[in-house]
């Protein structure tokens, strides 16, 4: 178990409707990594939090959003959904030491 | 952006077999290089990080080596519970506590 949480497991939703994923990080990180997983493209950064910040962002699509609340946990919202968008969507968390990321287990998005 | 390469991107083994997973790297500046393994339908679990060429990392069956240019994963007398596909990550050279980028994998699977 790597303390990282990720809620619900299994999402199936149709085209245009909107979803969120939430994510908790391990105790005590601060940062929250979100990160895309498809067949055709590997595993794809998206955004990146730090203490409440936003810090990074990858090839994040514009009807995608994120944000980390107060107390760590963070959420990806996904608006206008597409087939394409269909995959697995991970949350990471890091508390520094190496920069080594954590992932949860994941929530299966299907978007039919 | 092609930072990660990994070869090959499948490997069937008998148990007992051993054999070598590669992850060349185009980054400069490498800030380290991670390995993870991945089972179907999970999420990445850590298993090494390198920081420096001539360092090696060893876990159970598992020896991570790492090179100016690429790492290697040995495997040694794999077990069909090593069955995985285990992906190797550099993370952004722009930044500390930043982003990874994951190469696409080798899935190997170890037959009795």
């Known amino acids: 178990d790597s303390g990282v949480t990720q809620t619900p497991k299994h999402l199936i939703t149709a085209t245009g409707q909107r979803v969120t994923l939430r994510c908790s990080p391990r105790?005590?990180?601060?940062?929250v990594y979100w990160y895309q997983q498809s067949l055709d493209q590997g595993l794809q950064f998206l955004i990146q939090y730090y203490n409440g910040e936003e810090r990074a962002k990858g090839n994040i699509l514009e009807r995608f959003s994120a944000q980390q609340f107060p107390d760590l946990h963070s959420e990806l919202n996904l608006s206008s959904l597409e087939l394409g968008d269909s995959a697995l969507y991970f949350c990471a968390s890091s508390g520094g030491q190496g920069n080594i990321q954590y992932f949860g287990a994941g929530t299966r998005l299907s978007v039919l | 952006e092609d930072q990660v390469t990994q070869s090959p991107e499948a490997l069937r083994l008998q148990e007992g077999e051993s054999s070598s997973l590669n992850c060349s790297y185009t980054?400069?500046?490498?800030?380290?290089l991670f390995w993870y393994r991945q089972d179907p339908g999970k999420g990445p679990e850590f298993l090494f990080t390198?920081?420096?060429a001539g360092e090696e990392k060893e876990k159970e069956r598992l020896k991570a080596t790492l090179t100016k240019k690429e790492s290697f994963l040995h495997i040694t007398a794999p077990k069909p519970e090593d069955s995985a596909t285990y992906l190797c990550?550099?993370?952004?050279?722009?930044?500390?506590?930043?982003?990874?980028?994951f190469g696409r994998g080798t899935q190997l699977t170890v037959w009795p």
């Open positions: 390198l920081y420096s």
């Open positions: 980054v400069s500046g490498l800030r380290g």
């Open positions: 990550a550099v993370p952004d050279r722009g930044s500390t506590l930043g982003r990874l980028y």
């Open positions: 105790s005590g990180d601060l940062s």
